[in-house]
């Protein structure tokens, strides 16, 4: 009996490749090839008391070929990752090709908490890190709850 080293296999990135294979085959533009044209890079959105933080993945982009813009309280992250591939290079063949170019653009609403005046974005190691300060009002904070002067009351509302 052979021992067979496992092999984890990702249905999401399954159906991904096969959503591009697909639309390949029923493409009218006959240049169009693997890992070319629309692809979304992988964000996290984190919170915390202070501010809420959107981390982008856009390995192997400069920071000019990425642009922020916010617009009606919708943040948007646009770009476009050049392809590397040379076709037609004597010697040379490609087996695997899965690195993903072309534009990509996401699209996030952000809450009425956020301080439009205040984002701020960083770029490093091919990570788009973006800080979305929350208003001093949206902060959460503790309420006091007060107890009444005498035993067994009962407050009124009206």
Known sequence: MAITRFQYRNPWQELDQLTNRLGQLFSHDASTHAGHGTWLPAVDV??????LVLTAEVPGMSPDAVELQLENNVLTISGERAEERHEGVE???YHVLERRYG????SFTLPRTV?????AAE???GILTVRLPKASEAKSRRIQISQPD???HVGSIG
């Open 115 to 119: 301080q439009p005046d205040k984002i």
């Open 103 to 106: 534009n990509f653009r996401r």
């Open 123 to 125: 770029y490093r190691d």
């Open 91 to 93: 010697g040379k063949r």
């Open 46 to 51: 984190e919170e915390s008391g202070d501010e």
């Open 150 to 152: 005498t035993p067994g």
